[in-house]
């Protein structure tokens, strides 16, 4: 059973860079044609991709987010990671990673709060 | 980029009604759409993907439709555990998803 769950720290300071990373059980990050995602939730609900990254390395980010994201894998860890930097209070939402083109495993989600 | 809507926004049903929510693209994303569940503290659940493909292990009440700019999410016989919010997703162009669709019951 494929299982992943997101880590790192809750609390961030404005203009920080905020590092969050997925730790995946049942399947392995460089499993063939498999795409690893972010996705946040804002406290109002909405869903917001973020970006993935392909088994191969290659990456794909929301073009709105493109100039502050970097999703980089760790294959001896079976671990994918998120940095989003010059964070804003804007930022504050619940962290989620996700497998697949269609997002078909999600992990619990981890909420990281913008705060001074 | 591409905008969704969803219509309507809350939805109030009795047990085993038929309740039929309405996702709009706001330009043509093909059958590249994906439905999700999600309940209060949890993360969203895949239902269907490319608009009316019924992922496994979900109960076949529920059904999709649509190609184009216009999709719908069917539950044929609505239950208690399907009290949730729904939402539709395009992936035609990067990833966009939908404001929600509130599934209460009576």
């Known amino acids: 059973q494929v299982q992943l769950q997101e880590s790192g720290p809750g609390l961030v300071r404005p203009s920080q860079t905020l590092s969050l990373t997925c730790t995946v059980s049942g399947d392995s990050i460089s499993s063939a044609g498999i795409y690893w995602n972010w996705i946040r939730q804002f406290p109002g609900k909405g869903l917001e991709w973020i970006g993935y990254?392909?088994?191969?390395?290659?990456?794909h980010y929301n073009p709105s987010l493109k100039s502050r994201i970097l999703i980089s894998m760790d294959t001896s860890q079976n671990q994918f990671s998120l940095k989003l930097s010059s964070v804003t209070a804007a930022d504050t939402a619940v962290y989620f990673c996700a497998r697949g083109y269609e997002l078909e495993y999600w992990g619990q989600g981890a909420l990281v709060t913008v705060s001074s | 980029d591409i905008q969704m809507t969803q219509s309507p926004s809350t939805l109030s049903a009795s047990v085993g009604d038929r309740v039929t929510i309405t996702c709009r693209a706001s330009?043509?994303?093909?059958?590249?759409l994906a439905w999700y569940q999600q309940k209060p503290g949890k993360a969203p659940k895949l239902l269907i993907y490319?608009?009316?493909g019924l992922q496994r292990g979900v109960p076949s009440r529920f059904s999709g439709r649509g190609s184009g700019t216009e999709f719908t999410l069917t539950i044929s016989s609505l239950q208690p555990d399907d009290s949730a919010t729904y939402y539709c997703q395009q992936y035609h162009d990067y990833r966009t998803f939908g404001p929600g669709t509130k599934v209460e019951i009576k």
């Open positions: 490319k608009a009316s």
């Open positions: 330009q043509s994303i093909s059958d590249w």
């Open positions: 990254i392909f088994y191969t390395g290659s990456t």
